[in-house]
């Protein structure tokens, strides 16, 4: 069960005002309840367990796609001195990340604008089941672009808590992950935090495989 403060948030806000209300939050340095019960420190000590010492994690180019307005793990990724461009479906995010110096271009995830093989990870956090990324049908469609963008060996990782209408089945998301040709599929969440665990969250960390 949602607590009252989210089920207030989720009751007030609709899709349209979401990037207007993100925009205020984000100058106030506020973000949604959820993610702020997850704290950059949280996400470090979290990819520590994956990755060991986060320095190989420099000068890597990573892809924020449905970036908005930044995250927690953006930030982390941030100080770890890794190279984000930001990708969002919404101008004010792009405007408002542009603003900060960050890179970032207006992309969808079904259709990346970045070649083939280019990148060493990508990052969605909320992206599953927002806006226009929600759509079920083709939520294999997403990863599968996710995929192709990446190196061998690339990362994929997804950090979900939020939802704004009814969240995908876990065993649903994990399958679409499998079917676009991720493995060693490691599941965070419960890393992260214990206290969103009535939202259904899904974070996990997934590798591209090798070509044979
Ligand atoms: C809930 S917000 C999360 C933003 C940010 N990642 C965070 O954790 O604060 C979801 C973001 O995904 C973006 N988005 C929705 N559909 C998208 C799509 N098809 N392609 C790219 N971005 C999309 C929205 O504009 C929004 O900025």
Redesign the pocket.
């Known amino acids: 069960m949602e607590t009252n403060q989210e089920k207030e948030y989720l009751r007030k806000l609709s899709a349209d005002d ?2 207007r209300e ?1 925009k205020e939050r984000a100058e106030r340095g506020e ?2 309840p959820w ?1 702020d019960l997850i704290t950059v420190e949280d996400y470090r000590r979290t990819l520590e367990k994956y990755f060991g010492n986060l320095d190989v994690l420099a000068g890597k180019k990573y892809l ?8 927690k793990l ?1 930030e982390l990724l941030k100080q770890l001195g890794v190279e984000i461009m930001n ?4 101008l004010e ?1 792009v405007k408002f990340l542009k603003e900060k110096r960050e890179d970032g271009v207006i ?4 259709k990346l604008p970045v070649q083939e093989n280019g990148l060493d990870g990508a990052i969605a ?3 599953i089941n ?4 929600m759509d079920r049908e083709d939520l294999e469609g997403i990863f599968k672009e996710i995929h192709r963008a990446l190196k061998e060996k690339g990362h994929l990782i997804q950090s979900h808590f ?1 939802y704004f209408v009814q969240p995908i089945p876990k065993d649903e998301q994990l399958a679409a992950v499998v079917a676009a040709g991720f493995k060693n599929i490691q599941l965070i969440q419960n890393q992260l935090t214990s206290k969103l665990a009535h939202l259904e969250p899904l974070a996990f960390i997934a590798e591209k495989a090798e070509s044979k």
Request: glycine content about 22%.
């Open positions: 979401w990037i993100m973000f949604e993610v924020d796609i449905g970036a908005g307005f930044g995250s953006h990708i969002d479906i919404g995010s992309g969808d995830v079904f956090v909320n992206l927002t806006g226009s990324a939020g």
